[in-house]
């Protein structure tokens, strides 16, 4: 079976960090871009970080850069995001997503979110 | 920075066709692709490249694309449909992939 697992969300301070990993099975996971998406609750998907298929290549919104950093181990099927300088406003579920299509942009299977609380 | 609009909500009674639109300049030159959230579960992807269907998605299901208009069509709507819809492109001038502001299906 095609899958995405998240895990690693939780509660943290204003300021404080998290790693989030995604763990991909039952696909070629090195050859697919890969994607971080997250929900504030009553709102819609933002697109945070995406990662090419062999991690040579990333890309950050605005809102994230230079505090997020998307990365991968194809050896060991999993994705990650380091969440670094937190705020009130990062919270929110997060979601991995697999990259379909010929530029990846689409997105056919997304794991079933962990949720962060930045919060003090 | 594109904006998607997507009107809030739209509301259809059972075994009639709704209609969800997606609105941005020229959006008809971008691929769109469509997602269908239920509360409390992940986005599922129900077109693709404007018309595609993935695989398991029922042919009720279509998506055109043109001018500054994309809309996603559900026809033969079931109570089941009911759902939170979002368009979704990727803009390659800014490399940033754009989620429309979603639209509530209410089944009457």
């Known amino acids: 079976e095609v899958q995405l697992v998240e895990s690693g969300g939780g509660l943290v301070q204003p300021g404080g960090s998290l790693r989030l990993s995604c763990a991909a099975s039952?696909?070629?996971?090195?050859?697919?871009?890969m994607h971080w998406v997250r929900q504030a609750p009553g709102k819609g998907p933002v697109c945070l970080s995406r990662?090419?298929?062999?991690?040579?290549?990333?890309s950050h919104a605005d809102s994230v850069k230079g505090r997020f950093t998307i990365s991968r181990d194809n050896a060991k099927n999993t994705l990650y995001l380091q969440m670094n300088s937190l705020r009130a406003e990062d919270t929110a579920v997060y979601y991995c997503?697999?990259?379909?299509?010929?530029?990846?942009?689409?997105?056919?299977?997304w794991g079933q979110g962990t949720m962060v609380t930045v919060s003090s | 920075s594109y904006v998607l609009t997507q009107p809030p909500s739209v509301s259809v009674a059972p075994g009639k066709t709704a209609r969800i639109t997606c609105v941005e300049n020229?959006?008809?030159?971008?691929?769109v692709h469509w997602y269908q959230q239920k509360p409390g579960q992940a986005p599922v992807l129900v077109i693709y490249?404007?018309?595609d269907r993935p695989s398991g998605i029922p042919e009720r299901f279509s998506g055109s694309n043109s001018g500054d208009t994309a809309t996603l069509t559900i026809s033969r709507v079931e109570a089941g449909d009911e759902a939170d819809y979002y368009c979704?492109?990727?803009?390659?001038?800014?490399?940033?992939?754009?989620f429309g502001g979603g639209t509530k299906l209410t089944v009457l």
């Open positions: 020229n959006i008809g030159s971008y691929s």
């Open positions: 490249y404007d018309s």
């Open positions: 039952g696909f070629a996971f090195s050859s697919f871009w």
């Open positions: 997503a697999r990259g379909f299509g010929v530029y990846g942009d689409a997105f056919d299977i």
């Open positions: 979704q492109v990727w803009d390659r001038s800014s490399d940033h992939v754009v």
């Open positions: 990662i090419n298929s062999d991690g040579s290549g990333t």
